[in-house]
């Protein structure tokens, strides 16, 4: 299967501060990939300098076969990233946002529409398209960031905790929806806290801590390794548990 995104000994430092450390990684085409670790673990810097944020001190990163430092807006054009805590332009509607972006990316007028059209249906903004983002819920203004998000129809979707203001039945649509466009062939890459979120839908999971990959693979692969029966929130717990006793006696 081919390699949608490459990390190749990726670093990121602060200061004095080494956030990710020489992280090598491939996640493929059409693979739900889920990124896990504890607050301060290195997701988030691993994330940002995937999408452009932030700048790797060491390695290299590869999209589609592009190298994003050499060639980033090829490489930038076949992402896109929904953060923890999305900025939106309040001032819009959701469907002036979709046109905006979709002008950003190049798109034709006519696909935007089609695109959009389908968007606003399936997230259920189509009865507000023409109001203000600023009078939404925070749920509402959720569902309008990702629906701007696909609308340029990426071939890797990045998200950071993806469910955050959701409600029950738009969680469950957008797990359906995830399924379905990795079985198309987008590349998902899942972020989360939410480990059942992580266990349920990733094809492979990444276990990071302190900056390192400490496992990878998917469940069935996991609790093989460890000869466990647990489910991820265990593993991951005694995981990282022993990793941080390990880092102590060092």
């Given at each position: ?115 959009g ?15 203000l ?46 399924r ?53 929130e ?13 880092s102590?006696?060092?």
């Open positions: 299967m081919a390699a949608m995104v490459e990390f190749i000994g990726i670093k990121k430092c602060y200061g004095n501060k080494v956030a990710v450390k020489g992280l090598d990684l491939e996640i493929n085409m059409g693979e739900i990939f889920a990124l896990v670790g504890p607050n301060g673990a290195g997701k988030t810097s691993s994330l940002k300098m995937l999408v452009g944020l932030l700048k790797p001190t060491g390695g290299q990163i590869r999209i589609g076969g592009y190298d994003f430092a050499a060639e980033r807006v090829k490489a930038k054009g076949l992402v896109s990233f929904v953060p923890d805590t999305p900025y939106v332009y309040e001032k819009l509607t959701p469907w002036e946002l979709l046109r905006f972006v979709g002008k950003l990316y190049s798109m034709h007028p006519k696909v935007i529409e089609e695109e059209t389908m968007l606003l249906e399936f997230f259920s903004l189509s009865h507000v398209q023409d109001v983002i600023e009078e939404f819920s925070h749920g509402m203004r959720q569902k309008a960031v990702l629906a701007s998000a696909l609308v340029h129809q990426p071939k890797v979707f990045i998200l950071d905790e993806p469910m955050v203001g959701l409600d029950p039945m738009s969680i469950k649509s957008f797990k359906d929806f995830i379905r466009k990795a079985a198309e062939g987008m590349t998902i890459i899942l972020s989360t806290h939410a480990l059942y979120l992580a266990e349920e839908l990733a094809d492979r999971i990444g276990i990071i801590h302190e900056g390192e990959l400490i496992a990878l693979g998917s469940i069935k692969d996991l609790q093989k390794k460890y000869q466990s029966r647990e489910n991820l265990n593993m991951f717990i005694k995981l990282v548990e022993t990793e941080e006793i390990r102590q006696k060092e």
